[in-house]
């Protein structure tokens, strides 16, 4: 069960939409193939319903607080960052989704044209903004830097969205630097809900009923508690395929 289907103009556009402001006729996030307008709470018990429900409704957009969806892949992060911003967009919100990459890609790009004032004007415009993805793929350079100028000048002026798969005690590892991390996290944690969300990868399971019953026990589908990916010791696994930490986003 889950909020509300997606209005025909929204599910009409189709994969690869992402990255476009929204007002009402654009989709915010990048329609997968699996995608479904409905998320199964019962899927993840740690998840509070009541408390997505709530932020449904929409009041950390008027706000201007930071949401956190944090936990391992697959737990319906990008699902629900996605559904409260269609939310966001049917109640006349303005609505940009980005990766952390795609976002810190264009601000980079400003910068060496000399226009990244301007691109951070831009990115304060819409009264939500998304960033999926933040801690999959190493920052760049100078990246961290970027984003934090971002983040600052949102600060208490626009609500966002924030999902990752690393606890805030790595964004230093994440952002490659620890002062902006801690910088980062100052502004980010002021007003903020944080979800964490403890619990199996929901495309495992799909991939799980494909698998013979001896490989599903390997506790592949029902992993422990999120918990910081751990450094890899000794030989590498048989099935490497197979592990959590090497599903894509
Ligand atoms: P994450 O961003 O945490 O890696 P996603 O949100 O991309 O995970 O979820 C992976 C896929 O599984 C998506 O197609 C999503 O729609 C689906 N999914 C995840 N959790 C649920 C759930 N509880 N109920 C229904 N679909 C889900
Ligand atoms: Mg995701």
């Not at 600052?152 to 002062?179: C, H, K, Q």
Request: aromatic residues 8%.
């Amino acid at each position: 069960m889950w909020i509300t289907p997606l209005p025909p103009s929204l599910s009409a556009l189709g994969e690869g939409s992402h990255g476009s402001i929204l007002n009402g006729n654009y989709a915010p996030y990048r329609l997968s193939s699996a995608w479904k307008p409905t998320f199964d709470f019962t899927f993840q018990p740690s998840l509070d319903r009541d408390r997505i429900l709530t932020l449904a409704q929409l009041g950390f957009v008027d706000r201007h607080e930071a949401v956190h969806f944090l936990g391992p892949p697959g737990t319906g992060k990008s699902h629900l960052a996605t559904a409260l911003g269609v939310e966001a967009v049917k109640a006349g919100k303005s609505v940009y989704f980005t990766t952390l990459a795609d976002l810190i890609a264009s601000l980079a790009r400003s910068e060496r044209e000399g226009r990244l004032q301007e691109r951070i004007r831009f990115f304060c415009r819409p009264s939500l903004l998304i960033v999926d993805e933040i801690g999959y793929l190493p920052v760049v350079h100078g990246g961290g830097n970027l984003f934090f100028q971002l983040v600052n000048a949102r600060y208490e002026r626009g609500a966002m969205i924030l999902t990752s798969n690393r606890g805030f005690a790595e964004w230093g590892d994440v952002f490659g630097d620890p002062v902006v991390a801690t910088a980062l996290l100052d502004r980010l944690l002021h007003h903020a809900v944080i979800v964490q969300i403890e619990g199996s990868s929901y495309r495992l399971r799909q991939h799980a009923e494909l698998m013979p019953e001896h490989v599903r026990s390997k506790a592949l589908i029902a992993p422990p508690a999120f918990a910081p990916p751990q450094k890899p010791r000794g030989r590498p696994p048989k099935n490497p395929q197979l592990s959590l930490s090497s599903t894509s986003a």
